[in-house]
């Protein structure tokens, strides 16, 4: 009985929510849900032979990407990228490679050469301290 009281219930429930939905009138159009993100932001990594590529670019008034990430290890064939870069007015990111200077497979000597280096991986405690101020000082100087 108990049962037959809930399905009638039910039933009486699903003939005026259809009926509803059918009286509505529905948009075809499409309607934001919710305001939209801003788009992902498009940088490009030169690597040493790149440079030359993304100056084209630039000299093509072609800017329809935010930045440059710049590779310390290749400084000296980036250096012209960089300064048109910034006279653009685009994002010009180091990227310090401290990642892979601190494994034993992403370790190279062009990395333990650059300022903040060493002849050896990075561990934790070159970070800490009086080496981690040693190694930021050197970073901004690069950086500048």
Known sequence: MRNLNVKSKVRRNRKVNVMANAVTSVSLFPRPLRPAPRPLGLYFRAGRNDAHVL?????????????????????RFQKELVERARARRLDVILDPRTQPSATI?????????????????????????????RITISLARFAA
């Open 55 to 75: 100056l084209d670019l630039l000299a093509a008034g072609e800017t329809r990407f935010y930045g440059v990430v710049a590779d310390p290890t290749c400084a």
């Open 105 to 133: 497979g992403g370790f190279s000597d062009s990395l333990g050469e650059l300022p903040w280096g060493r002849s050896r991986p990075h561990t934790e405690e070159d970070f800490r301290g009086a080496s981690g101020r």
